[in-house]
């Protein structure tokens, strides 16, 4: 059985951890005052950059990278660090706000010193009373203590930190809807190019980083990149030639929730399966696993063809969906997809910005599609159109067949797909939240096209068997060809 | 929003406390319609709701247009346009919880408070007759793991079933 490692989490339930004292106990700002006194702010970042780091809010996309873009002449620079978690599923950095603040405030700092970035805002969703007001408090400690303010420890660097409550809109959680919304705005996200790391909040220069992200930086300086980089599996991209490495190092804390017998946050190495997962979370309730949604309600459903795909970014980019924040939901057998799909596309329908008309109008239009058939009135048709072969008559001609068409499940494909297209990775709209929506509505109904259909024929929800729900991967182009990525270090 | 009906409410102003919470807030930000969701936040506070006078003091507090604080306030669903019970319970009803049956616990607390669920247009829909509460659904309240879960104003309550929710609210 696969084993937790926890760094992030290691010291979470130490009590009274939120307190400067006790954080201080546990390393608490040494790792900081490491990165002050042995490195110059580009080793942090070269650091960063080397362990390969990836984002953990959902994009997974390089942090070193991402400061690489930031321009080095244009100031002030602003840090937001995004504590925005809505994405059903996760909620891993409720836990780290509301239990150990300080360890984020760390992470802050050394970003901070790494980019010369003297005020950084800290987007809180508005829900998180309680973990606003204990980062308060810890902000407050580590003014007091001389961590934060003017004249940092000495150093003569100036640090800011302030919170900033959102107010219930989901969209605040994308990073330019987070800024929009910083501003004082609507939270409706912001075309790209520019990007946030060139113009952000105020019109400067941004970095935006998850808390999970911006915790994982003080055992990067603390531990050394070489300790880092051996935890997660480092794949090889055979695009390029010779193959580059495609790191998928450290930890990630995995939220689990849905059909297992004791859901909450894992922090384990990445790379490991969801049967291995389901394990560690104490075992599946019930006797079968029909589906998995490994990051959040926006990534593709897994099957129980698909379990041994692991959870990391590469691996499940190439099966088609997405680690995103690592909310992963287990339904088992007595789970019917069609509901499950009903209550996330109302999610999505609520949420919607409003911005774009794809996705202003596209997202109720499929929350009432897959409504009417989980009310039982779900389109279908017979229809005969000429289907050319040989005929009854020997002769090249229409045969006369007739087809069942399930007009709802195309439609619902259509309209999710003129939202953004899954096949093409294209999306009509702004910002991915368009994607967010048309990939588990096209790929719960594409997996689980027998149990749309029963529902459609009897006019009713039907819960089939896993076996009868799920398309087999042979048939269905909604699966990658399965391969299994191969290891950097074994070529 | 005309000037007559901003004059025949009751003027708002903030009380010294939060007052001062905001002369701190807007030396955070180098612009001060920055400061518009947690001024917002603390007038809310203060007023229950958010009435057009409310408004119209944000707005020259922030040194903008009245119509760009009513531009705010419509699209966050945790400000309120209209009246509110003292206390506000918010049931999650995505899909974790739902896996978790808060549908019982939704449907026992609108048999025990005796109303339905707030839409966002309608909040007097959802508020009970004595104005003690305002049930409503919102979405995720990223506490899966706890699941079924409501917030009653700061507080989150955790796995619940109809019995806790019943000695929750008697508590109050």
């Not at chain 2, 919470?21 to 030396?27: K, M, S, V």
Request: aromatic letters at 10%; glycine letters at 8%.
């Amino acid at each position: 059985m696969a084993e937790e490692k926890r760094i992030l989490y290691e010291h979470l339930d130490v009590p009274d951890i939120n307190t400067f004292d006790v954080f201080r106990q546990y390393d608490g700002y040494t790792r900081f005052e490491k990165a002050i006194a042995e490195y110059q702010p580009e080793d942090i970042a070269k650091m960063v950059m080397d362990s390969g780091l990836k984002g953990r809010g959902g994009a997974g996309f390089s942090t070193g990278l991402k400061w690489s873009f930031v321009p080095k002449d244009i100031k002030p620079c602003y840090l937001c660090c995004n504590a925005d978690e809505s994405e059903p599923g996760t909620f891993s950095n409720r836990y780290v706000l509301e239990k150990n603040p300080h360890l984020l405030i760390e992470g802050i700092l050394i970003c901070c010193y790494a980019m010369g970035i003297e005020t950084t805002y800290v987007y809180i969703r508005g829900e998180f009373t309680l973990g606003k007001k204990m980062l308060d408090a810890a902000i407050k400690e580590a003014y007091e203590k001389g961590y934060l303010g003017k004249d940092v420890r000495g150093t003569g660097l100036n640090i800011d930190i302030y919170t900033h409550p959102g107010a219930g809109a989901y969209i605040c959680g994308e990073e330019t809807g987070l800024i929009e919304s910083l501003e004082g705005k609507r939270g409706q996200p912001r075309n790209k190019p520019p990007f946030p790391a060139v113009e952000g909040v105020f019109g400067k220069p941004t970095v935006v980083q998850n808390v999970e992200t911006l915790c994982n930086l003080p055992f990067i300086v603390g531990n050394g990149v070489e300790w880092y980089t051996q935890m997660g599996p480092t794949y090889a991209d055979t695009r390029s030639d010779p193959p580059t490495p495609d790191p998928n190092t450290g930890t990630k804390l995995y939220c689990i929730s849905g059909d297992v017998n004791e859901p909450g946050v894992y922090e384990l190495e990445l790379g490991l399966t969801s049967t291995e997962l389901i394990e560690v979370a104490g075992g599946l309730r019930g006797e079968e696993v029909k589906a998995v949604i490994p990051g959040g309600s926006s990534a593709p459903i897994l099957t129980h063809y698909e379990l041994d795909t692991r959870l990391d970014f590469t691996s499940l980019t190439l099966a088609k969906s997405m680690l995103g924040s690592g909310g992963i939901i287990v339904m088992n057998e007595t789970r019917n997809i069609v509901d499950c799909l009903l209550n996330i596309m109302k999610f999505y329908a609520h949420e919607s910005c409003g911005q774009c008309t794809p996705c202003r109008w596209g997202t109720p239009w499929v929350r009432d599609i897959v409504q009417r058939i989980a009310d039982g009135n779900g389109r279908k048709s017979t229809i005969t159109r000429p289907k050319f072969g040989v005929a009854e008559n020997g002769r090249w001609g229409d045969t006369g067949e007739t087809e069942e068409i399930y007009e709802d499940l195309d439609l619902l494909e259509s309209v999710a797909n003129n939202i953004a297209n899954v096949d093409t990775m294209t999306w009509n709209t702004i910002c991915v939240f368009g994607i967010a929506v048309s990939w588990p509505a096209v790929s719960y109904m594409r997996k689980f096209r027998p149990e749309f259909e029963a529902a459609i024929r009897e006019g009713k929800l039907v819960t089939l068997s896993v076996a009868e729900a799920t398309v087999p991967p042979e048939e269905n182009y909604a699966y990658q060809q399965r391969f299994v990525p191969k290891e950097f270090a074994d070529l | 929003m005309s000037d007559e009906l901003i004059q025949i409410e009751t003027p708002f102003a903030f009380n010294e406390e939060n007052q001062r919470a905001f002369d701190a807030l807007i030396g955070r930000y180098p612009v001060k319609e920055a400061a518009m969701l947690p001024t917002l936040h603390l007038a809310q506070r203060q007023a229950g709701y958010i009435t057009p006078a409310v408004m119209k003091y944000v707005a020259e507090q922030l040194e903008v247009s009245v119509m760009k604080v009513k531009d705010v306030v419509t699209f966050y669903p945790m400000f309120f346009e209209e009246p509110v019970g003292e206390y506000v319970i918010r049931v999650c009803h995505t899909l974790p919880c739902a896996l978790q049956d808060c549908q019982v616990v939704l449907e026992h607390l609108k048999e025990k408070l005796g109303t339905d669920v707030a839409s966002e247009t309608n909040l007097a829909k959802g508020t009970t007759a004595d104005s003690k509460f305002t049930l409503m659904k919102v979405e995720c309240l990223a506490s899966c793991d706890v699941a079924p879960v409501i917030m009653i104003n700061d507080d989150l309550y955790k796995n619940l079933t109809p019995e806790k929710v019943d000695e929750i609210l008697d508590n109050l």
